[in-house]
C-alpha cells in the first residue's frame, strides 16, 4: 500500500504561483508513475499530468501546458507540481495519484490516491 498526502494548496490571485507537494508513505514510489488530477465544483475530475517512474517522461493537460511543470524527487518519495500563471479556471481540489500502469494513471484509475488539497485562484 502506498499513502500519498498532498500540500502545498491555498489561496492565491491570478498571475501567481504555488508549488503542490505529494509525499508518499508505506512504499518507495520509485517504481510508481505519479499523476496530478483535479476537480472543479459540479465538474468531473480531470487529467492535469503524469510522470513515469522508468525515464521521468512527462504529459500535461493541454490546459496547463506551458504553464505547470511536474516532477519527483525518489530519494525523498514525493512528487511536485509547479503552478505559474495562475488562473481563476485553475481553481480546483487537486489530487495525486499513483499507478503501475502509465495508461491506466492517465486514464484516472489510478491505485493509490491522496485526499486532495485545495487550490483558489482569484480573480
Known amino acids: 500500500q502506498v499513502q500519498l498526502v498532498e500540500s502545498g494548496g491555498g489561496l492565491v490571485q491570478a498571475g501567481g504561483s504555488l508549488r503542490l507537494s505529494c509525499a508518499a508513505s508505506?512504499?518507495?514510489?520509485?517504481?510508481?508513475?505519479m499523476g496530478w488530477f483535479r476537480q472543479a465544483p459540479g465538474k468531473e475530475r480531470e487529467f492535469v499530468a503524469s510522470?513515469?517512474?522508468?525515464?521521468?517522461?512527462?504529459t500535461y493537460a493541454d490546459s496547463v501546458k506551458g504553464r505547470f511543470t511536474i516532477s519527483r524527487d525518489n530519494a525523498k518519495n514525493t512528487m511536485y507540481l509547479q503552478m505559474n500563471s495562475l488562473k481563476p479556471e485553475d481553481t480546483a481540489v487537486y489530487y495525486c495519484?499513483?499507478?503501475?500502469?502509465?495508461?491506466?494513471?492517465?486514464?484516472?484509475?489510478?491505485?493509490?490516491w491522496g485526499q486532495g488539497t485545495q487550490v483558489t485562484v482569484s480573480s
Open positions: 510522470i513515469t517512474w522508468s525515464r521521468g517522461e512527462t
Open positions: 508505506g512504499r518507495t514510489i520509485s517504481t510508481y508513475n
Open positions: 495519484a499513483a499507478s503501475g500502469l502509465i495508461w491506466r494513471l492517465r486514464a484516472g484509475a489510478g491505485e493509490f
